[in-house]
């Protein structure tokens, strides 16, 4: 088939699409408005695009065929505010001054997430290998790393 | 070359084995076969990909993605370790029987791609995609086992020893489809290690070594030594291997291994290393991992 008609749900809201074979998560995602998520390289290497399936497991839009993600539950750095709250790690990275032009950081905070939640307590060392795969071209690692510290140690109710 | 749009394809989403099966012979080389996607995307944005016909272009793609039962990992003590077509990455390195048993494995994954691509990817994949610099191939091919084929005719195993007949080419026909890999188990005195030598941590690999040692004490039974990058596809060093059969592990016998494994790749010159640079690391790398492997 060209086309197919799919169910997503996007932050919790449900959507039915009709998307050609060849469009890309990212690119319906960001013709429905949720731009938040950003096109970057294309090619899986800058994570600029990652977005959550079932709240926790980190995925490339670019190189995911939206034919293929019916019935998927995705969440993009547009459902972390809750009642005009900011995620806690949303928090983080402001607090620590972790963003400078910004392109990075929804890939960014959505791949601190799903670090945080598949262990809760990493190292910095631990830190900086999972962050592999998303890239800065602003370069402002060291206050990256920093914020997905302080967005753990938030998290377990503890603030440096 | 757009990176942010795909060529034209229709897309096949079987929703059984048999369906993607009959599909498959349908539409042979015209239809590619799509598990994670994290190769063949790529490859079909930057219009890398040929078809049957040598065209830059797949009329069809084929997605396992809805084939139900073929994302699994499991384990037995007789078969062994056994990855479905569609087990991610991930889902293998958090298997504790490859944390446990598979070291050479689970370092292959660890390093291939980066932790989106690994939740995406699949193991089988890697091994499909037949490229010469591939992470988790190389570990398999230094571990052995099988490859099972399954097309309507039937299904047949292969050895992975006799899967790569030449670059990015596969003893897979265009009608069969890559159903399981099985690695066999360990046995007491096995050991093993993987090294992957890149300019930064995330990218793809200058030269890797993968080795599975069969150790009794400080003697070495038998080896297998794969290399990845040295050559046209991923190799196995077979000369070399035999230089460590029976013989006890001494620092002599590590420098004529160094040598023999230097001389046995045939490496070429690309944007990643120089021939001569590949050609005189193989034997350093090939002697530091069974070091490694030695002492632990
Ligand atoms: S845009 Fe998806 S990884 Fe760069
Ligand atoms: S803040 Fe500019 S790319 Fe990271």
């Known amino acids: 088939m060209k086309t197919r008609d799919i169910t997503l749900h996007i932050n919790e809201e449900k959507y039915n699409l009709t998307v050609d074979a060849n469009q890309t998560l990212l690119q319906v995602l960001r013709s429905i408005g949720s731009t938040g998520t950003k096109y970057g390289c294309g090619t899986g290497e800058c994570g600029a695009c990652t977005v959550l399936v079932n709240g926790k497991t980190s995925i490339l839009a670019c190189l995911t065929l939206a034919a293929l993600a019916d019935g998927m539950h995705i969440t993009t750095i547009m459902g972390l505010e809750k009642d005009g709250e900011l995620h806690p790690v949303q928090q983080a990275f402001?607090?620590?001054?972790?963003?400078?032009?910004?392109?990075?950081?929804?890939?960014?905070v959505m791949k601190t997430i799903s670090i945080l939640e598949e262990n809760p307590n990493p190292t910095e060392d631990q830190i900086r290998h999972e962050l592999e795969g998303n890239m800065c071209r602003c370069t402002g690692y060291e206050k990256i790393v920093d914020a997905v510290q302080h967005a753990r140690d938030m998290m377990k109710g503890e603030t440096r | 070359m757009s990176t942010r749009v795909l060529p034209d394809f229709e897309i096949l989403v079987p929703q059984s084995k048999e369906e993607a099966l009959k599909l498959l012979s349908q539409y042979q080389g015209d239809a590619a076969i799509l598990a994670g996607g994290t190769d063949l995307l790529v490859q079909m944005k930057?219009?890398?990909?040929?078809?049957?016909?040598?065209?830059?272009?797949?009329?069809?793609?084929?997605?396992?993605?809805e084939v139900p039962g073929l994302d699994y990992v499991e384990y037995d003590e007789t078969e062994g370790l056994r990855i479905g077509a569609m087990a991610t990455l991930s889902q293998v390195a958090a298997h504790p029987v490859v944390k446990e048993n598979y070291p050479g494995l689970l370092e292959s994954v660890g390093v291939c791609g980066t932790k989106q691509t690994r939740n995406m990817g699949t193991v089988v994949g890697n091994l499909l995609n037949a490229s010469p610099c591939a992470d988790c191939g190389c570990a398999i091919l230094a571990w052995g086992g099988t490859l099972t084929l399954e097309g309507t005719a039937g299904r047949r195993e292969v050895d992975v020893d006799d899967f790569y007949l030449g670059y990015r080419l596969t003893a897979r026909k265009t009608d069969e489809l890559a159903v399981e890999l099985k690695l066999p188990p360990k046995s007491d005195g096995t050991v093993?290690?993987?090294?992957?030598?890149?300019?930064?941590?995330?990218?793809?690999?200058?030269?890797?070594?993968?080795?599975?040692?069969?150790?009794?004490?400080t003697t070495c039974k038998s080896a297998r030594i794969?290399?990845?990058?040295?050559?046209?596809?991923?190799?196995?060093?077979?000369?070399?291997?035999?230089?460590?059969?029976?013989?006890?592990?001494?620092?002599?016998?590590?420098?004529?291994?160094?040598?023999?494994?230097?001389?046995?790749?045939?490496?070429?010159?690309?944007?990643?290393?120089?021939?001569?640079?590949?050609?005189?690391?193989?034997?350093?790398?090939?002697?530091?991992?069974?070091?490694?492997?030695?002492?632990?």
């Open chain 1, 94 to 108: 402001i607090d620590r001054h972790a963003i400078q032009c910004g392109f990075c950081t929804p890939g960014m």
């Open chain 2, 46 to 65: 930057g219009q890398l990909k040929c078809n049957c016909k040598g065209e830059n272009a797949f009329g069809y793609l084929l997605s396992l993605a």
């Open chain 2, 192 to 217: 093993s290690a993987h090294h992957k030598m890149t300019r930064v941590e995330h990218d793809l690999s200058k030269i890797t070594v993968s080795v599975r040692l069969e150790m009794s004490g």
């Open chain 2, 226 to 296: 794969a290399m990845a990058s040295v050559a046209p596809t991923i190799v196995r060093l077979k000369e070399t291997e035999k230089l460590l059969a029976g013989v006890e592990i001494t620092d002599q016998i590590l420098e004529s291994v160094a040598k023999s494994a230097s001389s046995e790749v045939t490496p070429i010159d690309d944007v990643r290393s120089t021939a001569e640079y590949r050609r005189d690391v193989a034997g350093v790398m090939v002697k530091r991992i069974i070091q490694k492997v030695c002492k632990s």
